[in-house]
């Protein structure tokens, strides 16, 4: 054993997060936590790190346990340089070094029971530094490194410089040359590029501690965990599943099946005793009056009768009384999440030409004399490695950065809706229904029915501030207001980050619906698979267009 969660809660002022989850993870554990955006999933992991402590139960962990944690948003990095992150993230390591070597000095010149001593130190020492990977240090730094995407980033280069998703991939390198015990990872692939993301599957299969990790992202959650855990949204409390995702998936979908079908039998049931019982006066026969001389005989089977008819009353009465004091709760609806991305239909036969753009960051050249034209109804998936330049091409194209060199022009009356990366809904203490309706027209009535009748968010949501949403939430409310403005061209950067797992196939199928043009930046490889259309690949600075399937045989 090496972490136990028993009974733990959570609470933010009235707002209950979590209810008395446990949980143990034990050395080869590989666990995935699923649940609705703001369900609490990262609460818990900050609970099981010792970041927050739980208002109720308590977390333990084995002696000598180290713990290595990965925020959702990018890690604040210790040291000016990646080097010294690096240093960093194996100080221990060196110091285990230094220490075994102290003792190999202090043993040269020690003998008898002193020496046994200095042996068994030496021993525990050397065994938690070649547990760790101190022997391979240097080579796993090369294959981390290589294996998140980083080898061609100078270790000179200053923290202060890197982009939020080269921080977060840094701090998961940093985290990973730990090998510490536990590795409790809150959406680690994020921003990570398909490569990237199969090397940490693999890491992850054969990492020699404990992982727990939240994912949204399906493939990942197959591949590399073999428990889920899901924290439900109505009840706030953890439910384990055997297997990867699939399984979980359909475990719940018979689980659902099975809790409405028990319902609605038993709903079936009480109507039936209450309809026995509201007839059962009038269904007596013997209130008929008896012939003269059959008086006797119709008392006697008559008070067999009521006897009868008392003994089943008060059975069904019994049996009312039991369901009524314990009923089967209805299963809860599923969020009905209904977008619709669609403004005013675009009549021209261009709806975007970019000529010869070209784009420098400092010294280096992202990209160079880009020319191409977007139709409508085009599906284009922008696809290339980290640092590639995908992210900078859309902001072009949105007018939010300026090209170096080169043009961008719309077509009359086009309306772009734009999906950042990472949520950029300032975290302010304002209401959440204030946000949404920012530059958007009509009554407050009016857009609170719009915001409702997305299914993104329940009429409680709509009371909260913007400080109490989880970045899964805020991603939400973009979508709301994504859906709120109709556009009718979509600008898509990794738009199934942060989306929780129980609407991502109904976003998914919104996207796949709009009648205009969307181009998609994603590394999500079941996205992809759906997202079907015109692959264009960024590569060294220039633009490769591919057919979907000329694709996969190129990046088989």
């Known amino acids: 054993m090496l972490l136990i969660a028993r009974q733990v809660s959570k609470s933010y002022g009235a707002r209950s997060v979590l209810r008395a989850c446990s949980l143990v993870l034990n050395r080869g554990d590989r666990v995935g936590i699923v649940g609705a955006n703001g369900v609490g999933k990262s609460t818990l992991l900050k609970l099981l790190a010792g970041v927050e402590a739980p208002d109720e139960g308590v977390v333990t962990y084995a002696p000598s346990l180290e713990l290595g944690y990965l925020p959702q948003s990018a ?10 992150v690096l240093r960093e993230s194996v100080g221990a390591l ?20 002193a020496l046994d001593a200095l042996l068994e130190d030496y021993g525990q020492v050397a065994t938690r ?37 080269e921080r977060a991939r840094v701090g998961l390198a940093a985290l990973l040359l730990r090998a510490p015990d536990v590795l409790l990872l809150d959406e680690p692939t994020n921003h990570l590029d398909a490569a990237s993301m199969a090397w940490l599957e693999g890491y992850v299969a054969a990492y020699a501690g404990a992982v727990a990790v939240v994912s949204h992202d399906r493939q990942f959650l197959n591949r590399g965990v073999t428990r889920i855990l899901e924290v439900d949204d109505h009840t706030r409390t953890l439910t384990s599943y055997t297997g990867d995702y699939d399984a979980y998936a359909q475990a719940k979908r018979a689980a659902r099946a099975q809790a409405e079908e028990a319902y609605a039998r038993q709903q079936e049931e009480l109507r039936e005793v209450r309809r026995r019982l509201r007839e059962v006066a009038r269904a007596v026969g013997h209130n008929r009056p008896p012939r003269d001389h059959d008086k006797t005989q119709h008392h006697f089977f008559g008070e067999r009768v009521a006897e009868t008819v008392s003994r089943n009353v008060r059975a069904a009465e019994e049996r009312l009384r039991r369901i009524e004091a314990d ?32 784009k420098r960051h400092g010294e280096r050249t992202l990209f160079h004399d880009l020319s191409f034209i977007v139709e409508p109804g085009a599906r284009i998936l922008l696809t290339g490695p980290n640092g590639a330049g995908k992210t900078t091409l859309l902001r072009l194209l949105l007018g939010i950065e300026a090209a170096d060199e080169g043009t961008v022009r719309l077509a009359p009356g086009a309306h772009i809706g734009y999906l950042p990366q990472d949520p950029v809904v300032p975290v302010v203490d304002c209401g959440l229904l204030d946000v949404y309706r920012e530059d958007l ?6 857009l609170v029915a719009s915001l409702l009748a997305n299914g993104l968010f329940s009429r409680e949501d709509t009371t909260k501030r913007i400080s109490q949403l989880s970045l899964g939430q805020r991603r939400k409310l973009e979508i709301a207001r994504l859906a709120a403005t109709g556009p009718n061209i979509l600008l898509l950067d990794e738009p199934t980050n942060y989306i929780s797992l129980d609407i991502l196939e109904t976003f998914e199928a919104a996207v796949l619906a709009f009648p205009g043009p969307v181009i998609a930046v994603s590394h999500d490889r079941w996205f992809i698979q759906r997202f079907g259309g015109e692959v264009w690949h960024l590569a060294n600075g220039a633009l490769i267009r591919y057919a979907p399937s000329a694709f996969a045989d190129a990046s088989s």
């Open 441 to 446: 027209a009509g009554y407050e009535a009016s």
């Open 327 to 358: 009923p089967l709760p209805r299963p809860p609806k599923p969020l009905a999440f209904q977008p619709r991305f669609q403004g005013e239909a675009l009549r021209a036969k261009r709806i975007l030409r970019a000529e010869h753009l070209s």
């Open 129 to 165: 530094f070649q547990d760790h990977g101190g022997y391979e240090v240097e080579h796993r730094m090369a294959a981390v490194l290589a294996g998140l995407g980083l080898a061609a980033l100078p270790r000179e280069r200053a923290v202060a410089t890197l982009s939020g998703g």
């Open 94 to 113: 060196r110091q285990l070094e230094a220490r075994m070597r102290a003792l190999g000095a202090e043993m040269a010149m020690t003998a008898g029971s």
């Open 75 to 84: 890690p604040n990095l210790a040291g000016s340089a990646i080097a010294d």
